[in-house]
C-alpha cells in the first residue's frame, strides 16, 4: 500500500494548461479504471473532481478532465483561474476494498 | 445540503484511545459506503478504512488492522472510529467521507467529505 506518486508542484499562468501526472503499480493504477482525483484547500473539505479515469461528477468544469495511460493517470487543468490554485490528490483503488492516494501537488497560478 | 460533520478529536497519550464521530445529513446515509482518509502534518491523505451500507463489511489500511474499528448506526445517519492503541504516527487530521452514488449506481469515489477534526497523539 505505497502511495502513488504525484509531482510536489506545478504551476501556469491564467488562461494557460497544466498537467498533473500520478504514478502508480499494476496492482493499482494499472491494473483498474477507478482513479478518481481531488481538488483540497487547506482548512476545507476536499473536493471531489474526477472518476473513473475521466469522468466528471456534476457540477465539474470540462475545464478538468482526466487520463489514464499504463500505471500514469493524469489530471489537466484548461484555462487556469485563480480559484483553481490548491493542493490536488489522485486516487485509485487497488483491490479488496482498499485505496491508496497521491503524496498531493500544489497547484499555483502564477 | 449535504453535511458531513466530524467530531471526537483531541490530544491523547500514546497507548491511549479516542473515538471520532461522524454526522450526516442531506442524502440518504444508508445507501453510501462510508470511509475515513486521515492527512498528517505536511502529508498528503491516507485512506484509513471503509465500511459497507449495512455494516457487513469492513476494510482498513494495514497500518491500523486490529487497533481502529469503523462502525455505523444508519439509524442515527452517523459514522464511527474507535482508536486504540493510539501512536505518534496516528497524529492526523481525520475526513469521514462517503462513496460516490448517483441516483442510478454507486463507484469507487469519495463525494461527500467533511473539514475533518484533529488527533494529536503526544506524550
Known amino acids: 500500500q505505497s502511495a502513488l506518486t504525484q509531482p510536489r508542484s506545478v504551476s501556469g499562468s491564467p488562461g494557460q494548461s497544466v498537467t498533473i501526472s500520478c504514478t502508480g503499480t499494476?496492482?493499482?493504477?494499472?491494473?483498474?479504471?477507478?482513479v478518481s482525483w481531488y481538488q483540497h484547500h487547506p482548512g476545507k473539505a476536499p473536493k471531489f473532481m474526477i472518476y473513473d479515469v475521466d469522468k466528471r461528477p456534476s457540477g465539474v468544469p470540462d475545464r478538468f478532465s482526466g487520463s489514464k495511460s499504463g500505471n500514469t493517470a493524469s489530471l489537466t487543468v484548461s484555462g487556469l483561474q485563480a480559484e483553481d490554485e490548491a493542493d490536488y490528490y489522485c486516487c485509485s483503488y487497488a483491490g479488496s476494498y482498499t485505496w491508496v492516494f497521491g503524496g498531493g501537488t500544489k497547484l499555483t497560478v502564477l | 445540503d449535504v453535511q458531513v460533520v466530524e467530531s471526537g478529536g483531541g490530544l491523547v497519550q500514546p497507548g491511549g484511545s479516542l473515538r471520532l464521530s461522524c454526522a450526516a445529513s442531506?442524502?440518504?446515509?444508508?445507501?453510501?459506503?462510508m470511509r475515513w482518509v486521515r492527512q498528517a502534518p505536511g502529508k498528503g491523505l491516507e485512506w484509513v478504512a471503509n465500511i459497507k451500507q449495512d455494516g457487513s463489511e469492513k476494510y482498513y489500511v494495514d497500518s491500523v488492522k486490529g487497533r481502529f474499528t469503523i462502525s455505523r448506526d444508519n439509524a442515527k445517519n452517523s459514522l464511527y472510529l474507535q482508536m486504540d492503541s493510539l501512536r505518534v504516527e496516528d497524529t492526523a487530521v481525520y475526513y469521514c467521507?462517503?462513496?460516490?452514488?448517483?441516483?442510478?449506481?454507486?463507484?469507487?469515489?469519495?463525494?461527500?467529505w467533511g473539514q475533518g477534526t484533529l488527533v494529536t497523539v503526544s506524550s
Open positions: 499494476s496492482s493499482d493504477v494499472g491494473g483498474y479504471n477507478y
Open positions: 467521507a462517503t462513496g460516490y452514488c448517483t441516483s442510478n449506481d454507486c463507484y469507487f469515489a469519495f463525494q461527500y
Open positions: 442531506g442524502f440518504t446515509f444508508s445507501r453510501y459506503w
